[in-house]
């Protein structure tokens, strides 16, 4: 399976300033079938990013994904106050489907 | 607008079965995957599996194999998840979640039910 690994834990940040996520594959993810989630106490996650770099439905453009093969990144730029969540990566090009452990971003 | 509504929360002694539903309006049920996850208190998010509500064709995680069973009932547009020999750390939100049509590229999941709360305590 393939495993993805997340960083930074934890992000401490103020608003309007910029983050960085980072998630790592153990192995190729083809045709980047990546995805980034939002996810606040007490919801169900939200999809934000798919296909590695599409934004999804309603998502504002601050939100941006890159990255390709084992490497790909969520930017954030200028937090504003309901960006503050945890954020999880997942792939769906092999089965069993799977995600990373989560960055939690923080207000400072 | 596709709603997914699930069954309400569960409490359940170690050795049990429970069955949690997610029924679907607003879409043509048969046409998309639909997947059930799971995220135990505090932690991240785990695939369990899927199935077609098409045809009934399932796939279930190998961690689960042997416990999990899907299901579907398209008269009613619901799709279900059932797991035996339940032990404590099966204690999470279950959420069921829509994904790419039966049809077409693998996707990730759009949309997503609200959970269902399952308790494993003796």
């Known amino acids: 399976e393939i495993v993805l690994t997340q960083s930074p834990g934890t992000l401490s940040l103020s608003p309007g300033e910029s983050a960085t996520l980072s998630c790592r594959a153990s192995?190729?993810?083809?045709?980047?079938?990546l995805a980034w989630y939002q996810q606040k106490p007490g919801q169900a996650p939200r999809l934000f990013i798919y296909d590695a770099s599409s934004r999804a439905t309603g998502i504002p453009d601050r939100f941006s994904g890159s990255g390709s093969g084992t490497d790909f990144t969520l930017t954030i730029s200028r937090l504003e106050p309901e960006d503050f969540a945890v954020y999880y990566c997942h792939q769906y090009d092999t089965s069993p489907r799977t995600f990373g452990q989560g960055t939690k971003v923080e207000i400072k | 607008q596709v709603q997914l509504v699930q069954s309400g929360p569960e409490v359940k002694k170690p050795g049990a079965s429970v069955k949690v539903s997610c029924g679907a309006s607003g879409s043509t049920f048969g046409d998309y995957y639909m997947h059930w996850l799971r995220q135990a208190p505090g932690q991240g998010l785990e695939w369990m599996g899927w199935i077609n509500p098409n045809n009934g064709d399932t796939n279930s995680g190998q961690k689960f194999q042997g416990r999990v069973t899907l299901t579907r009932d398209t008269s009613s547009t619901t799709v279900y998840v059932d797991l035996s020999r339940l032990r404590s750390d099966d204690t999470a939100v279950y959420y069921c979640?829509?994904?790419?049509?039966?049809?077409?590229?693998?996707?990730?999941?759009?949309?997503w039910g609200p959970g269902t709360m399952v308790t494993v305590s003796s």
């Open positions: 192995q190729s993810v083809s045709s980047s079938y």
């Open positions: 979640a829509r994904a790419g049509p039966v049809d077409g590229l693998p996707g990730p999941f759009p949309i």
